[in-house]
């Protein structure tokens, strides 16, 4: 579909010769919008992160604490919901059950 794999690629992110700078909700994958439901609103879709795959709530974390989300921009992330809007949060905002609800803490 994208014939420029620089749209992979954030350029504030320094790391050389990765795939992607983004994550991608693996809970979310494959399902229709309306399965979802309100969770739409508040389901995370893709986030920066230093791999390419969340699937695991211990990964919804900082990268400085161990975690895959790389705050790279302001001390913060961009994230893109299920439901299609994006918008910048602090990582420690991101929440587990923003990936999964059975994610509780």
Request: net charge negative; charged share 20%.
């Amino acid at each position: 579909y994208a014939k420029n794999d620089q749209i992979c690629h954030c350029p504030s992110d320094s790391r050389k010769n990765v795939d992607t700078c983004f994550a991608y909700n693996h809970t979310a994958g494959g399902q229709d919008i309306d399965q979802i439901g309100e969770d739409a609103t508040q389901m995370i879709i893709f986030v920066d992160a230093s791999d390419h795959t969340i699937m695991m709530d211990m990964e919804v974390a900082p990268e400085s604490a161990g975690g895959k989300l790389a705050d790279r921009h302001n001390q913060g992330l961009n994230v893109a919901f299920v439901d299609g809007h994006v918008k910048w949060q602090q990582a420690e905002q991101v929440k587990p059950s923003m990936f999964d609800p059975a994610w509780m803490p």
